[in-house]
């Protein structure tokens, strides 16, 4: 199983930034993804999870109406768009199917 994360950086606060992560080594559709953060200093917290055929999906009430997952199965891809970015935001993401995890991709909120 290999996951990889990309699309973290840099952004002021109010900005936006679309997170990445490609999957391969299992059958993709047959996995539920979520995205998790993880802030220094603080545990590891689920973010966003989406259905594996895409037609569910759940939200931290700390990101509703901000964050949206969405996953394209036929590109073995799930996304994280992040809108209204906030610095209590800044995090290394990891996106996971629930049984592995990527490497993360930071994600820093600051002017």
């Known amino acids: 199983v290999q996951l990889v994360e990309s699309g973290g950086g840099l952004v002021q606060p109010g900005g936006s930034l679309r997170l990445s992560c490609v999957a391969s080594?299992?059958?993709?559709?047959?996995?539920?993804m979520r995205w998790y953060r993880q802030a220094r200093g603080k545990e590891r917290e689920p973010v966003a999870t989406i259905s594996g055929a895409g037609g569910s999906t759940n939200y931290a009430d700390s990101v509703k109406g901000r964050f949206t997952i969405s996953r394209d199965n036929a590109k073995n891809t799930v996304y994280l768009q992040m809108n209204s970015l906030k610095p209590e935001d800044t995090a290394v993401y990891y996106c996971s199917n629930l049984l592995s995890w990527g490497q993360g991709t930071q994600v820093t909120v600051s002017s």
């Open positions: 080594g299992f059958t993709f559709t047959s996995y539920a």
